[in-house]
């Protein structure tokens, strides 16, 4: 709950002036780079990729931010994407513990946040557009 305080409730308000899509991507991008200091140092969700997972961590970051930052225009709680985040957390190792975490390069595949898991999202995004759900704030006067 608390990064969705920060994100989603406390964040993405502020940078609504700027515009809804504007918005949704700046808050992603910047909570993709909260997360660059663990993975450059640690190796954090990207170990054989320090510098290569920010850049992965931040497009990931954006496009599952824009999905959660629709959760929060949605609802305008931010206990919507504070659940999706949580779900979000729980089954993303599910794919490094039934992939064969040997030779899988969590870069490309592996990590949700990684290159595969960008096709669902983005596919998640072109749904909520083609539905005339986002930008939400068009859907809500709608």
Known sequence: MGEELGWRGFLLPKLLPLGEWKALLLSG??????????????GHNFPEHPYLGVLVM???CMLLGVIFGWLYLKTRSPWAPALAHGAFNAIGPAAIIFLNP????????????????WIPMALIIAALVALNQLPASEATEA
């Open 102 to 117: 040997e030779g899988l390069d969590l870069a490309l595949a592996g990590n949700p946040l990684g290159l595969a898991g």
């Open 58 to 60: 931040i497009v990931g």
């Open 29 to 42: 991008a910047i909570w993709g780079m909260w997360h660059a200091p663990a993975i450059a140092l640690h």
